[in-house]
Every structure is written in C-alpha cells, then in structure tokens.
C-alpha cells in the first residue's frame, strides 16, 4: 500500500478509455502533472481480451492506472445490448485489474458511475448505500458489472494488499459528451435542441417529462481533477462518490441551457415521456472531507459544453 500523499511526479500512467468522455478528460488534467500518460489503442489491445491486456501491462508497465474504460450508454443501449453490457465490462475490468496486480502496479482508480445504487436509495446518496435494495432494471446489466468490479478492487485489496481504489461519479457533461439525441443524457440533449430551435427560430424547446425531477451535474474537468485527486488523497476499501454536491430541476437546468445558447424559447413538456426517478443526488461529503471541491459551475460549464458541440457539431451530429 502506497503512503499519502501518493506522488505522481515521474510515474507513467495508464488511462485506459483514453478516447471516452472521461477518459480524454483525465489525459487532459495529467498534463499538469509531471508524469508520463500512456494510452492503450483500440487496435493494438482489445481490452476484452486477457492475453492483450497482460502483454500490454507486462510491456509498458505502469505505475499508476486510470481504468476509464468501459461499454456505456442510456436506457436505450442497455435495453438492446445486455450482454455486451454485461460481459464486455467484466473482461474489462477483470483484465486490467489482474494484469494491475500480476505486475505490480502501484495503484489504481477504478471507475463506476450512481447507477450502481438501488433505485430507491435514500437521498443524498451515500456509499453505504450500495447492495441495500434492488437496481434500477434498465440499467441492471451496466450496475451489475459495475459492482463486480469494485468487489473485485476490495478482494485485490484484501488478498494482495494492491491499493485499488473506485470512484463512483455522479451525471456528467461538459466536451466529448454524447450528443445523439436517441442516446444522450439530458444536458447534452436539451443542447442540441435548444441550438436547433436557435437556427430555426423557433419559440419553444421540448423538454421531455414534466421538468420537475432533480438532478446533480458534474463538470468532466472536474470529475478527471477529483479522480486525479483520489489517486494522491484516497487509499480504502470502500468506493467514494464524486459529485457536485447540489442538484437542480430539469426544468432549472433547460433554462440555463437556453441561455448559454442565447434563445428565449419557451419550455414545452411533453409528458408522454418519462420523468424516470425522482431525484438522483450523490452524497459526496467524504471527498470533500479529503479537501477536494468542484470549480466549474452550471453556466460556466454550460458555455463551455457549448462551444464544445458548435466546433465538433458536424462530428456530432454525424
Ligand atoms: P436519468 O438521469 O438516468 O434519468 O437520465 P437522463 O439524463 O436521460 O434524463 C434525466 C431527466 O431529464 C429525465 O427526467 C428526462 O425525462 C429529462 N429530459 C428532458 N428532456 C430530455 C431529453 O431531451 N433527453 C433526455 N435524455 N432526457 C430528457
């Protein structure tokens, strides 16, 4: 087990997923840091596979791993690809937590998101929270894995002593988000549609459900800063959650879309659709007890989203 702080200075570091959302974020972050980022391509290292992750952890032996990776998407996805949901994210992160170990890797961050929770957790959620109560269904397949993986970091932990940590995020956005409108979380959609309704001029945005359900929203630069941080700050057993720590309407949120995109759009609801759960907060008072906070607000970060899409719209929209 590594002493805390844990120094980055001259580490090589391997962020697993380094093209997703997360990912690309945390590459982004380490450029601050005096170390050197390694990256798996897709085409040289299935992570599915046992032999390719054991010769790649063998060969470029890292000290630090950010295991970023992992077959996500939205009810949609889940609903249609179970078993990739299910099977593609065990290898995963089977493969990388046992190479992690058989070459003595000093630490690693694993990565999870709220899902793992049961659907009906007390708010805010809290991570003793986990394995009380049965898992939202749409998304079993994903959460399910999930768990698996940070037992897995607890067993390696347990058995070898290997300092494997999880992180468990909270709802992300900000650049390199998902701006299919099938597919996509709600920040990203309601941005779309709000520059969409900009264009045409038209005077209303639909928004689905009834825009009262409450939800937090995390920055990624600010989730790849708190996973950096947990990397040098945090050393147990137990996952820790990371959140912004207050949450908003969907309704509050559609409003701070529209002004980022600078439209008066009127809000439309569309009822036929669902709400989904009520309220989803994380409860991530023991990250900020280690001293970390998130830096980028809503608007802030809205903007920042935006100018995103608009210079990658045509790649998005694809
Ligand atoms: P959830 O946090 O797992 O429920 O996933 P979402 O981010 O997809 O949805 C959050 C809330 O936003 C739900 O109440 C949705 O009904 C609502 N919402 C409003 N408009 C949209 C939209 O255009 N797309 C999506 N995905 N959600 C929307």
Request: with cysteine; proline share 5%; charged share 25%.
């Amino acid at each position: 087990m590594n002493a805390l702080p844990y120094s980055l200075k001259g580490k090589r570091v391997w962020v697993a997923g380094h093209k997703g959302m997360v990912g690309s974020a945390i590459v982004r972050r380490l450029e601050r840091e005096d170390c050197e980022v390694i990256v798996s391509e897709r085409t040289q290292v299935d992570l599915r596979r046992q032999e390719q992750v054991e010769r790649f952890v063998k060969e470029r032996r890292p000290h630090l791993i950010f295991l970023a990776a992992a077959k996500v998407g939205g009810i949609l996805a889940n609903a249609s690809y179970p078993a990739d949901f299910l099977f593609d994210n065990l290898a995963i992160q089977n493969n990388v937590i046992d190479a992690a170990y058989r070459n003595e890797t000093e630490k690693l961050v694993f990565l999870g998101s709220s899902c793992i929770y049961p659907k009906l957790a007390p708010q805010p959620i809290k991570e003793d929270a986990l394995l009380t109560g049965p898992l939202e269904p749409t998304n079993e397949w994903y959460a399910i894995a999930k768990i698996a993986g940070i037992k897995l970091c607890q067993a390696y932990r347990r058995q070898y002593g290997c300092d494997f940590v999880s992180a468990m995020p909270t709802n992300l956005y900000g650049p390199g988000d998902n701006f299919n409108l099938e597919t996509s979380h709600v920040a990203a959609a309601l941005m779309v549609k709000a520059v969409r309704a900009k264009e045409a001029g038209t005077q209303t945005l639909e928004v689905w459900g009834s825009g009262k359900p409450l939800r937090e929203f995390l920055h990624v630069d600010d989730c790849a800063d708190a996973l950096v941080f947990i990397a040098q700050h945090y050393s147990a057993d137990e996952h820790i959650n990371v959140g912004f720590g207050r949450d908003l309407s969907i309704a509050e949120l559609a409003q701070i879309i529209l002004d980022a995109v600078g439209t008066k759009a009127s809000l439309a609801f569309d009822p036929s659709k669902p709400d989904g759960t009520p309220r989803k907060l994380m409860d991530s008072s023991r990250l900020a007890a280690l001293g970390w906070k998130p830096k980028i607000g809503l608007r802030e970060g809205m903007k920042q989203m935006l100018a995103w899409y608009l210079a990658n719209a045509a790649k998005a929209r694809a």
